[in-house]
T-cell receptor, first 111, second 110 residues
Framework: GQQVMQIPQYQHVQEGEDFTTYCNSSTTLSNIQWYKQRPGGHPVFLIQLVKSGEVKKQKRLTFQFGEAKKNSSLHITATQTTDVGTYFC???????????FGQGTELSVKP | DTGVSQNPRHKITKRGQNVTFRCDPISEHNRLYWYRQTLGQGPEFLTYFQNEAQLEKSRLLSDRFSAERPKGSFSTLEIQRTEQGDSAMYLCAGSLGTIYFGEGSWLTVV
């Protein structure tokens, strides 16, 4: 069915360590989006990836879309306490229709 | 500020009562989405509109749930005969390309 698997579910890191979350699909994806949700907040759009092998950077965040367009990753370099939250990947189906979210990776950062 | 506002932000209701949530996206948002989110889970798709047309409805949306977007602007989500399992945050999102979520409406059914 329409599903994306995201791992790990939780990640606890020391401030300054790196963090990576992975999103995998059994089917080829047309695009993938990444969101961040702070504790008690709502999902906030970070980025969309469309092209095979695409890599995009936002300051300490690096987003990758796999060559086969079946997986994606978000990597944060040198985490800070402001990075705390849950990171979701999400896939748009049906030509811009419904957005299906992964289960999310909850990141906690110990100062 | 995403420009998407939701009301009420919090609602506590007794089991069996009806509740209605309202979402006001910005005028440029031709697409409008409703999601439900429980603690520790990702948002679950409920339904979405293209202008005033409801294009898709999840199987999660039982016949107790109904959503409308009468003039292609604001939208309402009504839950009839609420059950404790309906307790969740109900998120609305508007889109003209990028999807912008509102702050959500928390529902607690007691």
């Amino acid at each position: 069915g329409q599903q994306v698997m995201q791992i790990p579910q939780y990640q606890h890191v020391q401030e300054g360590e790196d963090f990576t979350t992975y999103c995998n699909s059994s089917t080829t994806l047309s695009n993938i989006q990444w969101y961040k949700q702070r504790p008690g907040g709502h999902p906030v759009f970070l980025i969309q990836l469309v092209k095979s092998g695409e890599v995009k950077k936002q300051k300490r965040l690096t987003f990758q879309f796999g060559e086969a367009k079946k997986n994606s990753s978000l990597h944060i370099t040198a985490t800070q306490t402001t990075d705390v939250g849950t990171y979701f990947c999400a896939v748009v189906y049906n030509q811009g229709g419904k957005l299906i979210f992964g289960q999310g990776t909850e990141l906690s950062v110990k100062p | 500020d995403t420009g998407v506002s939701q009301n009420p932000r919090h609602k506590i209701t007794k089991r069996g009562q009806n509740v209605t949530f309202r979402c006001d996206p910005i005028s440029e948002h031709n697409r409008l989405y409703w999601y439900r989110q429980t603690l520790g889970q990702g948002p679950e798709f409920l339904t979405y509109f293209q202008n005033e047309a409801q294009l898709e409805k999840s199987r999660l949306l039982s016949d107790r749930f109904s959503a409308e977007r009468p003039k292609g602007s604001f939208s309402t989500l009504e839950i009839q005969r609420t059950e404790q399992g309906d307790s969740a945050m109900y998120l609305c999102a508007g889109s003209l390309g990028t999807i912008y979520f509102g702050e959500g409406s928390w529902l607690t059914v007691v």
